[in-house]
């Protein structure tokens, strides 16, 4: 009998990995109205894989096994469902799924490895539909694309189970209201369709890298699913666009440097202080190579000047080596881009690098009674910072406390805390 | 366009002695033929059948184990098709792929009644 964390392991592995594949083609099958269907029988298969190999052994190829038996179970789900209304066969190709002729071949076909690819793109560009919020898109992907339980949805976004499971339905219903039918977009919307897929993964991304309130595991699994939704989008050739290689490449350079972002007591550790040996030197590598790929065509995304920005950060040596004149052109840029008060923001903490805190004052005066960043306590940890440095001691310390109350975080407060502390 | 059966008959003795792959390949053929014709729209749909069966006769009243026919008569699937004519379904039958098994095919028209 094989250890059971062994088989645990593989198959927690092997489930994150395949399991929204699976339900991807199996969807394909069913119909998009169909989607628990296509669960249950992915889980179902899962279930066959904890049993059987608990007493077999993981076999060689244990993905193979997986997707044989939950091509299996499909099969018994059409042979019992044929004559009822549930599924719609009326599609040629599916048509001929109602008969003992050409069932099992017909099955096959549907399993064939780039159809596989295909389905599974083409159900992230469903999820990412413009008409569902981007809360649900997101919701939806991690549950039934990227395996997680509604569980572990909830801790990723810190809400719970009874709100995913809502969420969850809600996209459903819209699938099945409007008939959402999964497919790669076509040539002229391919652009506009994949920026919001590309907006969810960044989402989804940032919410691992940056939240400081969920465990480690499940943030590492956050950045690990974002990376490798972008991949797929990668390997096809019609979504091999140059705004994905640059968010690959910005995800690359952000991920490279997680580790030396946090003490281990999980509290922050600004860039100045961050030990940058600590740095991933494979993670920056794949980080320029995706660069350099994301550099055809004429687009220049936001995802660009962002990559190249976190690029000049990977390579400077140390903290004084950075090129703050380069990374103000890409925030100029930016800018220009779209007038993000965020973005302006963290130009302004360029400035403070470049030109002192004067130059940097008078730059985010031009952002005062912005209603965003009024809320936002980056911004009064900002002008807490400048008035440091002018030894406005009074004024700094009322800024940093805005910005204490203003985040929700154990470890931020802590952080502006001893920011205060050390300002007298 | 009207309907018609297609009753399939025999062939059941030489499939038993075919290899996997040359079963494989067999059944994608059924696959592309019907394939063809759910495309054009006219496969209203079709079943292979187990050999084993019963039989009833006199009324009801006696029961045999077995289908009726044996052998090359045994009726070993059916398929119900859409065409404009006796000839047109004729001429469709043509390429069915139980033929590799030396099956013989009935077309009849499904009456209107």
Sequence with gaps: ?424 | MKEFLLIIRGGHEESGNRSPEEMQKHMQHWQQWMGGLAEEGKLVGGQPLMSEGKTLTERGTKITDRPLAEGKELVGGYLLIKADSLDHATNISKDCPGFEYNCSVEVREISPL
Excluded at chain 1, 82 to 105: E, V
Excluded at chain 1, 108 to 122: G, V
Excluded at chain 1, 334 to 345: C, E, N, Q, T, Y
């Design chain 1, 1 to 424: 009998m094989e250890s059971r964390d062994h088989i645990d392991t593989t198959l927690n592995h092997l489930f994150r990995q395949e399991s929204g594949k699976m339900v991807a083609v199996l969807i394909k099958i069913f119909g998009i109205e169909n989607i628990e269907m296509a669960e249950d029988v992915v889980q179902d298969a899962l279930v066959s894989a904890l049993e059987t190999w608990k007493f077999r052994g993981v076999p060689d190829n244990p993905r193979a096994w997986l997707y044989k038996t939950a091509r299996n179970k499909a099969i018994d789900v059409i042979r019992r469902k044929k004559h009822s209304k549930t599924i719609d066969f009326s599609d040629p190709q599916k048509q001929l799924l109602t008969s003992g002729y050409t069932l099992k071949a017909t099955m096959n076909d549907f399993w064939e490895e780039d159809q596989i690819q295909d389905d599974f793109l083409a159900m992230m560009y469903a999820c990412c539909h413009p008409d569902i919020s981007r809360e649900n898109q997101i919701t939806f992907i991690l549950k039934s694309l990227c395996g997680f339980s509604t569980k572990e949805v909830a801790k990723s976004f810190l809400t719970s189970e009874d709100t995913v499971s809502k969420r969850l339905y809600r996209t459903k219903e819209y699938f099945r209201k409007y008939k959402i039918r999964p497919e790669i977009p076509a040539q002229s919307a391919i652009v506009s369709r994949t920026s919001a897929v590309l907006s969810a993964i960044y989402l989804m991304f940032n919410e691992g890298y940056n939240s400081t309130h969920v465990d480690q595991l499940i943030r590492e699994d956050l950045i690990g699913q974002a990376m490798s939704l972008c991949r797929s989008l990668l390997s096809g050739s019609q979504t091999r666009l140059p705004e994905v290689y640059a968010l690959m490449a910005l995800m690359c350079f952000h991920a490279a440097r997680v580790d030396s972002r946090t003490t281990a007591d999980g509290s922050l550790i600004l860039l100045f202080d961050q030990d940058r040996t600590k740095w991933n030197p494979i993670l920056i590598r794949s980080g320029e190579d995706y660069l350099n790929k994301a550099s055809f065509g004429n687009a220049l995304t936001t995802y660009h000047l962002e990559a190249a920005i976190a690029y000049q950060h990977c390579c400077a040596k140390r903290y004084e080596d950075t090129d703050w004149n380069e990374i103000l052109g890409y925030y100029n840029i930016l800018l220009d881009i779209a007038a993000d008060p965020i973005v302006f923001l963290n130009r302004s903490l360029v400035i403070l690098e470049l030109k002192g805190p004067e130059d940097a004052l008078k730059s985010l005066e031009k952002m005062k009674k912005n209603k965003l960043l009024e809320k936002y306590y980056l911004y009064h940890a900002t002008l807490g910072e400048i008035h440091q440095r002018l030894s406005n001691h009074a004024l700094s310390r009322v800024c940093y406390e805005k910005a204490i109350q203003l985040t929700q975080s154990k470890s931020e407060k802590q952080f502006l805390q001893a920011k205060i502390t050390s300002n007298r």
